[in-house]
């Protein structure tokens, strides 16, 4: 176990990869295995209008994850680690979720216009299919990272900080203005984040205060 734990933190990039990997071929495996879904909906969603420029901050989200954890990378090994590690378990969580509980949504409406942005939409509807939505990974993923920017002691920039809850509300906003998400795929993914995270945190803080060190230096 020690010895596949220094062959990851030699290389940290290549493990993170393999990781990335294999969840894409997981998720588009459970994305082309046709069988019933439930629909998710509630009476909210109905009252939410279709914005075409959401489509923008959905978008940036693909740009911000990798930022984000690259700037936790550079600095501080220990905040990495323990952020991807809530990453990972919430990730391995939604994937089982899809599994046993196929969801889908009805949502989606006839797109009109020829505007750029109504063009992008169009793909994002034609590559990523109204399947496997509750959690939302795209919420999950957003909450998970803001928690770890609000927490870590080393980002002290009030600007940054607020300038990322500025973004973090906007990408989630995006998934339902789009008709991407059900309200309550959004609140699942919150609800994962948080729990994820706090699971996280106390199983390392736990492990900080127990006389084990190799189980200790495992989880950094």
């Not at 420029?53 to 994850?65: H, L, Q, S, T």
């Not at 496997?132 to 900080?161: D, E, K, M, Q, Y």
């Not at 309550?184 to 492990?207: P, T």
Request: glycine share 4%.
């Amino acid at each position: 176990m020690e010895n596949f734990v220094k062959k990851i933190k030699r290389h940290p990039l290549l493990f993170l990869g393999g990781y990335f990997a294999v969840y894409n071929i997981l998720f588009w495996f459970l994305e082309a295995w046709r069988r019933p879904v439930h629909i998710v909906h509630c009476r909210l969603d109905d009252l939410l209008p279709f914005c075409s420029w959401a489509v923008i901050p959905y978008v940036a989200w693909f740009a911000w994850v990798p930022a984000i954890l690259l700037l936790f990378y550079l600095h501080s090994a220990d905040s990495f680690w323990q952020l991807f590690g809530a990453m990972a378990n919430g990730i391995t969580i939604s994937l089982f979720c899809y599994a046993v509980y196929p969801t889908g949504l009805m949502l989606r409406k006839p797109l009109s216009g020829s505007s750029p942005l109504t063009k992008l939409i169009a793909m994002i509807y034609r590559t990523d299919t109204a399947t496997n939505v509750c959690p939302s990974l795209h919420v999950f993923v957003t909450v998970i990272l803001l928690l770890a920017i609000l927490s870590a002691p080393w980002l002290r920039s009030v600007l940054f900080r607020c300038a990322n809850v500025v973004v973090s509300l906007a990408i989630c906003a995006s998934t339902v203005l789009i008709d991407q998400h059900s309200l309550v795929d959004v609140v699942c993914g919150a609800a994962l984040a948080l729990f994820c995270y706090a699971l996280q945190y106390c199983v390392v803080l736990a492990l900080r205060r127990s006389p084990a060190p190799a189980a200790v230096e495992a989880l950094r």
